[in-house]
């Protein structure tokens, strides 16, 4: 790796180990999300979740690589998209 792409990756390493301000935290607790010691990856975590649950195709891919244990594409697991719209003149 570079020494660029390295400095870059313990810089973003450090900032997402951040603590979150007070208001930001608060921000979160108003949304009904209730953490022990937020920091800034929760944030970002939190953010992605809410687009994954809003339908976001790339986020629900983006959660699932996050929590799978599994190591390379080859076996990865396919989203399954149930379309529960029904026609209206049934």
Known sequence: MKREDKYLSSSLKSLLNERLSSAEEQSLKDEGFNVKN??????????????AASGDLSAIKELISIVSDVKSDAQSKAVIIIDDVTPKNI
């Open 38 to 51: 937020p920091k800034r990856k929760t944030a970002v975590m939190i953010a992605l979740y809410k687009k």
